[in-house]
C-alpha cells in the first residue's frame, strides 16, 4: 500500500522559516517525480514545486527564491524548506507523486500518489 506522511507545519511568524517532510512508502520513491501542492483556506490547489528522479527543479515563481524542493532517495524522503514566509502561505502542504516525468500541475488527477497534508500557518 502506498503512503505519502507529510511533518513539519505549524505556526510561524512573517518571515520565519519551515521544514517540511513527506516520508514514501509503497512505490519505488526514487523512480518517481515529486511535488508539494497547497490548498490555502477557501481556495482551490496550487502547484507549489517539483522535482524528477534526476533532479531537475522547478518552482512557482510565487516560492521561487524561497522555496525549496528537494529529496533523499535513500531515505524515500521529500522536503520543502520554507523561509521568509508570508501570511500568504498559509495553506495545507500536500506532497504528490507520480511515475514518469515531472509535471507542474495542481490536478489532483495527474498524480498516482498523494498524501493527507500538514498545516501551515504564517500569522503575527
Known amino acids: 500500500e502506498v503512503y505519502l506522511v507529510e511533518s513539519g507545519g505549524g505556526s510561524v511568524q512573517p518571515g520565519g522559516s519551515l521544514g517540511l517532510s513527506c516520508a514514501a512508502s509503497?512505490?519505488?520513491?526514487?523512480?518517481?517525480?515529486m511535488s508539494w501542492v497547497r490548498q490555502a483556506p477557501g481556495k482551490g490547489l496550487e502547484w507549489v514545486a517539483s522535482?524528477?528522479?534526476?533532479?531537475?527543479?522547478w518552482h512557482n515563481p510565487s516560492v521561487k527564491g524561497r522555496f525549496t524542493i528537494s529529496r533523499d532517495n535513500a531515505k524515500n524522503i521529500l522536503y520543502l524548506q520554507l523561509t521568509s514566509l508570508k501570511t500568504e502561505d498559509t495553506a495545507i502542504y500536500h506532497c504528490?507523486?507520480?511515475?514518469?516525468?515531472?509535471?507542474?500541475?495542481?490536478?489532483?488527477?495527474?498524480?498516482?500518489?498523494w498524501g493527507q497534508g500538514t498545516q501551515v500557518t504564517v500569522s503575527s
Open positions: 504528490a507523486g507520480r511515475r514518469g516525468p515531472a509535471i507542474l500541475s495542481s490536478k489532483l488527477n495527474d498524480y498516482d500518489y
Open positions: 509503497g512505490f519505488t520513491f526514487a523512480a518517481s517525480a
Open positions: 522535482i524528477d528522479r534526476y533532479l531537475g527543479t
